[in-house]
Nanobody, 119 residues
């Protein structure tokens, strides 16, 4: 199972960015897809997660500012980030969980994409 992320970069405070992540490989299901982030010296934390059934979960610090969406047929997830703050600066990692074609559970990560919020 491979995850390919795109969309990170440098943005000014108050600005917006959209991250995308596509899952490929020998997949049977992608039950959960989402994003975590890790800033230097801090633990990795949940940003947002969306299930196959359509429910979403957000980290407290991003509620009301970030929106996760998903195209199930394309195994792709998006993270729309608005009203960005300097404290949103981190490496953002895509995560996908589900069953592969051998019906084995996988929990896979992307390589990470850097988001920097600075003036």
């Amino acid at each position: 199972v491979q995850l390919v992320e795109s969309g990170g970069g440098l943005v000014q405070p108050g600005g917006s960015l959209t991250l995308s992540c596509a899952v490929s490989g020998s997949i049977f299901t992608v039950n959960g897809m989402g994003w975590y982030r890790q800033a230097p010296g801090k633990q990795r934390e949940l940003v947002a997660m969306r299930t196959l059934g359509g429910s979403s979960d957000y980290g407290d610090s991003v509620k009301g500012r970030f929106t996760i969406s998903r195209i199930n047929a394309e195994n792709t997830v998006y993270l729309q980030m608005n009203s960005l703050k300097p404290e949103d600066t981190a490496a953002y990692y895509c995560n996908a969980k589900g069953y592969d074609s051998n019906r084995k559970i996988y929990d896979s990560w992307g390589q990470g994409t850097q988001v920097t919020v600075s003036s």
